[in-house]
């Protein structure tokens, strides 16, 4: 078992900034990528960034050169770094830990960017 505690969401203005945290606890050895997920009202579930063990980092295009994942692993912990927000970037954000048998999810944080 995983367990995935998100943090660090809230409303700011168009163009500001936010970090969102993912701490992991439980079996991490078996995780192999970590995503960020977004999921606005009215719509399905996006994936936003994938990091992956030794492998590249990828973005939707949407948050291309803006949004940035990275991780801590003393702390176990992966961090959404987001930068030049905008309004439709407004959405519950969700961290998702894969691994071979198992997808975990954390309980969602909110960003609201207001115009």
């Known amino acids: 078992q995983v367990q995935l505690v998100e943090s660090g969401g809230g409303l700011v203005q168009a163009g500001g900034s936010l970090r969102l945290s993912c701490a992991a606890s439980?079996?991490?050895?078996?995780?192999?990528?970590m995503r960020w997920y977004r999921q606005a009202p009215g719509k399905q579930r996006e994936l936003v960034a994938v990091?992956?063990?030794?492998?590249?980092?990828i973005y939707a295009d949407s948050v291309k050169g803006r949004f940035t994942i990275s991780r801590d692993n003393a702390k176990n912990t992966v961090y959404l770094q987001m930068n030049s927000l905008k309004p439709e970037d407004t959405a519950v954000y969700y961290c998702?830990?894969?691994?071979?048998?198992?997808?975990?999810w954390g309980q969602g944080t909110q960003v609201t960017v207001s115009s």
């Open positions: 998702a830990a894969w691994s071979p048998e198992y997808v975990y």
């Open positions: 990091m992956t063990n030794g492998g590249p980092t």
């Open positions: 439980g079996s991490i050895f078996s995780i192999n990528a």
